[in-house]
């Protein structure tokens, strides 16, 4: 056994979670594949993918036993990291490319205009939001809180099912079963 804590391997995942999320982000944009709605599978796959890692690790580390808290706690440990990492890598990236926001409003206005149901008010009010979203100041603090709420359901039910309670180890934090 380790002095491994769901804190301390919440923050490794999360910063692999991050960079493997910021890079998948990057790889969206380049491809040109921000509509394709399957993409969004693929991201949140990602996601489960890290906290399943960074538990099973975790519950390694602590003689094969983890709580359902001490397994929510660093999986959600991870998934705020990874949202601030990926969330600043994704302003940047907008900031960087100046053309980039111009690329992707206008791939969304294609969008909306191939549906007959859209009016043309609708497609306006769609774009101002995006454009609102696109701003550090408010996609930086979305993406941390999207990354938080999905951390926390992702962590819960990965820790449920891998939860096994046992004796902890010693110093090890329990914030409940």
Do not use: C
Not at 9 to 23: D, E, F, H, R
Not at 35 to 40: G, K, P, Y
Not at 75 to 91: Q, T
Request: aromatic content about 6%; glycine content about 10%; proline content about 3%.
């Amino acid at each position: 056994m380790s002095n491994a804590t769901p804190r301390s391997v919440g923050i490794k995942w999360g910063l692999y979670l991050g960079a493997a999320s910021a890079l998948f982000g990057i790889i969206i944009t380049v491809a040109k594949l921000y509509t394709n709605q399957a993409i969004s599978f693929v991201a949140i796959l990602i996601s489960i993918v890290g906290v399943v890692l960074a538990l099973r690790e975790y519950k390694a580390s602590n003689g094969g036993f983890m709580s359902l808290g001490q397994g929510f706690q660093t999986g959600l440990a991870a998934s705020v990291i990874a949202g601030i990492i990926s969330s600043v890598v994704s302003a940047l990236h907008y900031m960087i490319v100046p053309d980039l926001k111009d690329e992707v409003l206008n791939v969304t206005i294609a969008e909306l205009e191939k549906n007959p149901q859209m009016t043309q008010d609708i497609i306006d009010q769609t774009v101002k939001i995006s454009e609102t979203m696109m701003q550090p100041f408010v996609s930086i603090p979305v993406g941390i809180l999207g990354s938080l709420l999905m951390g926390a359901l992702i962590s819960v039910i990965v820790a449920a099912i891998m939860k096994k309670d046992g004796a902890p180890a010693a110093g090890i934090e329990d914030i409940g079963n």
